[in-house]
Structures are given as structure tokens and as C-alpha cells.
């Protein structure tokens, strides 16, 4: 579990990087400076951990590209104490970042060996979401909800109706839309039954999948 100056370097690096790719936020750009990366990745991945690009973790899954989760969260424009509601969890990487910028993080994963395996680990390192679920993301937490902010981070076929509803008013959800290709979208809902939605762009994504594994 080392993190050396070696790290730190290639971290001040990958901030570069996303920085000139667009992302503004100094709190999102501190906490892709901070967060040890590599650590969330399979050994044999290390000297790959700090470049821009997504990687393979478990369970056929993918850690986000750190533009891509740069991006998501700059959207949602997180605020010290926000409760967020992850879909997703995954390696636990865009969950640090949520955690780093203060949110309230409520995660659901639906591959059981990534979750058990994700919750140990964000534990060890010292990241504590308010809660770690193991359960199908196109429900969402419906007992937790309303949420302020909702980021999705898998590719969705179609916007779950469950998730915008479990929005707060003047809340916001970012979430890549489409089947092979997603085009990143953000809700934003304005009254109980209105939402304003703005398109960003295409980004690739391994599929959200209903049912639990």
C-alpha cells in the first residue's frame, strides 16, 4: 500500500493532463492530485495507473478514465456535505473523489465480489462513504432518497424513471446515455415533475446492468 514521491509526481502530471483537457474545479483537480490511484488497481497495472485512460479491474468491470470522472463531477458542482447518491461503485475511485470533496456518498454496486471486495479496501485506505450497497443501480435507494446530487457511471440504454425520482428539487444527475457510445446528460430538476436536461458530448462506458450478481 506504498504512495511515494514517485506517485506524487505522476499525480501532479495526470492533473495536468485533465486540466488542459478542460476541468476547471480546483477542489475536483486537488482531489485527482491526492487520491493514490494506483492503489486501486491490480499491481501489474501501476506503471498505467496515472495515465488518462480507463483500465480493467474486476468482475469485467473498468476504473474511469480520470478525465471522465473529472468531468462527472464537475458537473454536479459538489458541495461540502451534499448527499450523493453513486451508482456504480466499482473500484471505489470516482467514490474517493466524492468522499475527498465532502459529499455524503451513498454507493450501490451489483457485482457481489467487487462490492465486498471495493468496501474493504475504501476502508483500509481511509475513505468512508455513508453507506455501501450491494443491490441493482436502476432502483436506486429509495429508502436514503431524496438525494442532492445522483452520478451514474455506467453507460444507461435509457434514463431510469427510479433515479429522477429519487432527485431532490434543484438537485442534479449526471449520467452517460445510450448503447455502445453514451452521450453524458445532466438533469437537473426544477419542480416535481421538471427537469431541464443539457448534453455534453459522447464517452464510452461498460453497460449498467440491471440485476444483481
Do not use: W
Request: charged share 30%; proline share 5%; glycine share 8%.
Amino acid at each position: 500500500m506504498e504512495d511515494n514521491y514517485r506517485h506524487k509526481g505522476k499525480r501532479q502530471q495526470l492533473v495536468k493532463t485533465v486540466k488542459k483537457k478542460g476541468i476547471t474545479d480546483k477542489a475536483v483537480l486537488d482531489a485527482i492530485g491526492k487520491i493514490p490511484r494506483h492503489l486501486f488497481m491490480d499491481s501489474s497495472f501501476e506503471d498505467h495507473s496515472y495515465q488518462d485512460k480507463a483500465f480493467p479491474i474486476a468482475a469485467d468491470q473498468t476504473i474511469s478514465q480520470p478525465y471522465t470522472v473529472a468531468f462527472q463531477t464537475e458537473k454536479l458542482e459538489i458541495e461540502k456535505g451534499d448527499k450523493v447518491l453513486e451508482i456504480g461503485t466499482g473500484s471505489g475511485y470516482q467514490t474517493a473523489v466524492l468522499c475527498e470533496l465532502g459529499a455524503k456518498v451513498y454507493s450501490i454496486e451489483r457485482q457481489r465480489e467487487l462490492y465486498k471486495k471495493t468496501k474493504a479496501f475504501l476502508n483500509k485506505i481511509g475513505y468512508r462513504p455513508k453507506h455501501l450497497s450491494f443491490g441493482d443501480g436502476y432502483k436506486g435507494m429509495p429508502d436514503y432518497a431524496p438525494f442532492d446530487k445522483i452520478i451514474v457511471t455506467a453507460g444507461a440504454p435509457f434514463v431510469p424513471n427510479d433515479l429522477l425520482g429519487q432527485l431532490k428539487v434543484g438537485g442534479k444527475m449526471v449520467i452517460p446515455v445510450g448503447d455502445d457510445i453514451q452521450i453524458m446528460t445532466l438533469f437537473i430538476r426544477k419542480s416535481p415533475k421538471e427537469f431541464d436536461k443539457t448534453e455534453f458530448g459522447q464517452f464510452r462506458f461498460v453497460p449498467l446492468l440491471g440485476d444483481k450478481n
